[in-house]
């Protein structure tokens, strides 16, 4: 089976979305994610440019040989741009085998490890009030596991705190927004949201926080170590993992669950956290991390140190990816749990797809492929336009991690 066609398709519908889809000779198609929020264009630029023109005539069926070409063969390797193109071909060619095969993509990867995704959705609000009743909602929605964010005392806008409930978009201006941090308001209020949790709702419910990589280690340690009576699921970014010996300082002052990893884009990323046992989950993601090849190789190689998934699962990856990794999740033994932050309607209508929820988890359909398809004719109703993420500011004007 011949690749005859590849194309990119770029669309916002709420939100940009970059998606390639691969044609072949015998009629099937299929199609990857290689958004990049804020660097979409990027991505699009590398695939057109340097990708489709080696796809062109080669063999469908061979995904491992195309993805070592794309990676061993730029001689540049790594990086978020080059892996999030190598992720969309990839995801694409998956997609078709598995069509070919007439199977959904799970079956694939090895069959069901588990009926269904367990996923986790988010809960916020500007008071600790606000955010409590939020989570009292997405309880009554049968979610089993809630991310929870407050807004912070004398902080105009925290991280994760948004005016849409269901539909968070951080990426807000045509260039980008300033927020302001501060630490020591943060560490004083946070654990005072989950006492509060914990109060309302007892312990059955999983409860994450993510810090989004704004501590210091030995600031996140104390941050761990207050959380400890709360039992949350995990604490997400703790630090920024470019330093990841960092983590080794938190582990030993606390034993709140970590997890990171949303920005990695290899094994080599995950490398020694995994290995070193300095992480409970890794959150690496199809689109970002070099697609279902290389996302597997990260899980099973995680499962030999008895670390688990936690797929990054926010807006700014379609339901493209979603899909896929749903698939992914399925199939693996050492699934921890799924971010599923639901996309807009108009988002569902252009990437029409045939996972479900219910009763705190997402089910796969049994269409072959990965079961997310794209309505061209709508996308092209919904043109690009130019978003970037915000900016962090210390209260004294230093720039720090959003």
Same mark, same amino acid.
């Given at each position: 089976m ?8 770029v ?11 691969i ?9 990857g994610?290689?958004?990049?929020? %804020?660097?979409?264009l ?10 489709v ?7 469908? %069926?061979?995904?491992e040989?195309i #993805? ?5 063969g730029?001689? #540049?390797?790594? %990086? ?6 190598i ?17 959904p ?7 069901r490890s ?26 009554d929605l049968?979610y ?7 807004? +912070? ?10 005016k ?5 978009e951080p990426a807000?201006?045509?260039? =980008? !927004?300033?927020a ?7 560490? &004083?209020?946070? =654990?005072?949201l989950f ?9 059955e =419910? ?5 810090v ?8 996140a340690?104390r941050?761990?170590?207050s959380l ?5 699921? #995990? ?24 997890a990171?990893?949303?920005v990695?884009?290899?094994?080599w990323?995950c490398? &020694?956290?995994i290995?070193n046992q300095?992480?409970d ?5 199809? +689109? ?14 995680? !499962?030999?140190y008895?670390?688990r998934?936690g797929?990054?699962?926010?807006? &700014? ?10 698939h992914l %999740?399925?199939?693996?033994?050492n699934?921890g ?7 807009t309607?108009?988002?569902?209508? +252009?990437?029409?797809s ?9 089910y ?12 061209e004719?709508?996308?092209a ?8 993420? =915000? +900016?962090?500011r210390l ?8």
């Open positions: 011949k690749i005859t066609n590849a194309k990119v398709i669309t916002c519908p709420g939100r940009n979305f970059v998606t390639l889809k044609e072949t000779d015998q009629g099937l198609y299929g199609i994610d290689a958004t990049l929020n %804020g660097r979409e990027a991505v699009v630029a590398y695939l057109q440019e340097h990708v023109p080696c796809l062109i005539g080669r063999d469908a %069926g061979q995904i040989d #993805w070592q070409f794309l990676y061993r730029a001689y #540049w390797r790594r %990086g978020p741009v080059t892996m999030s193109a992720a969309a071909v990839d995801t694409a060619l998956w997609d078709i085998k598995a069509k070919a095969a007439g199977m993509l799970y079956q694939l990867l090895g069959g588990r009926s269904g995704v367990m996923v986790y959705g988010h809960a916020n609000g500007t008071t600790i009030e606000e955010t409590t009743s939020e989570v009292a909602k997405y309880i049968g089993k596991a809630i991310r929870a964010q407050t807004g +912070v005392p004398g902080l105009d806008t925290v991280y994760g705190v948004s849409d409930k269901m539909y968070y807000d201006a045509d260039l =980008p !927004s300033k302001v941090w501060s630490t020591p308001k943060y560490l &004083d209020h946070a =654990p005072k006492e509060t949790l914990r109060e309302t709702f007892g312990y =419910p999983h409860f994450l926080h993510d989004h990589h704004r501590l210091t280690p030995i600031e340690a941050l761990g170590k400890e009576p709360y039992r949350l699921f #995990w604490m997400e970014d703790a630090v920024p993992a470019e330093n990841q010996d960092n983590f080794r300082l938190i582990r030993q002052h606390t034993t709140t669950p970590l990171v990893g949303e990695f884009n290899t094994i990323d490398k &020694d956290l290995e300095l992480i989950y890794i959150r690496t993601t199809i +689109v970002h991390a070099g697609g279902v090849t290389h996302l597997k190789r990260i899980f099973d190689f995680a !499962s030999l008895n670390v998934s797929c990054h699962g926010a807006t &700014d990856l379609s339901p493209v990816c979603m899909g896929a990794s749903l %999740g399925l199939a693996i033994p699934f749990v799924q971010e599923y932050m639901r996309h309607d108009e988002t569902d209508a +252009v990437f029409p045939d996972y479900t929820f219910a009763d705190g988890y997402l796969p359909g049994e269409t072959p492929g990965h079961g997310v398809d794209i309505d004719e709508l996308a109703k919904y043109p690009y336009k130019r978003a970037y993420l =915000p +900016v962090n209260e004294d004007g230093t720039l720090w991690n959003w």
